[in-house]
């Protein structure tokens, strides 16, 4: 599976952006597991928000909720974050992680990373 995020850039505090991630490949369609992670330099690469195939259930970082919404197109085989009211402190690298199965087994990857940065 190959992931491609896209949405990133420079926006105001209190703005809103889109990120999307784009799987491909011959198994994206047993993806079971997407998730947004972020990392500022220096520091570990942080959860942002996750969904589960199937029910749909989705969680979110503290620091996130209310404020950025996670969701997914299994037509277009997508994976969204939308965020609202964006904070200095949302400036980050923000990554696409997908798990999927291969056979009895599991697999994951990343996408290569999109930056956003919110000045204040």
């Known amino acids: 599976v190959q992931l491609v995020e896209s949405g990133g850039g420079l926006v105001q505090a209190g703005g809103s952006l889109r990120l999307s991630c784009a799987a491909s490949?011959?198994?994206?369609?047993?993806?079971?597991?997407m998730s947004w992670y972020r990392q500022i330099p220096g520091k570990q690469r942080e959860l942002v928000a996750a969904?589960?195939?199937?029910?749909?259930?989705?969680n979110y970082a503290d620091s996130v909720k209310g404020r950025f919404t996670i969701s997914r197109d299994n037509a277009k085989n997508t994976m969204y974050l939308q965020m609202n009211s964006l904070k200095p402190e949302d400036t980050a690298v923000y990554y696409c992680?997908?798990?999927?199965?291969?056979?009895?087994?599991?697999?994951?990857?990343w996408g290569q990373g999109t930056q956003v940065t919110v000045s204040s």
């Open positions: 490949g011959g198994t994206s369609s047993s993806i079971y597991y």
């Open positions: 969904i589960t195939d199937g029910d749909g259930s989705t």
């Open positions: 992680n997908a798990i999927w199965r291969v056979g009895f087994l599991s697999n994951t990857g």
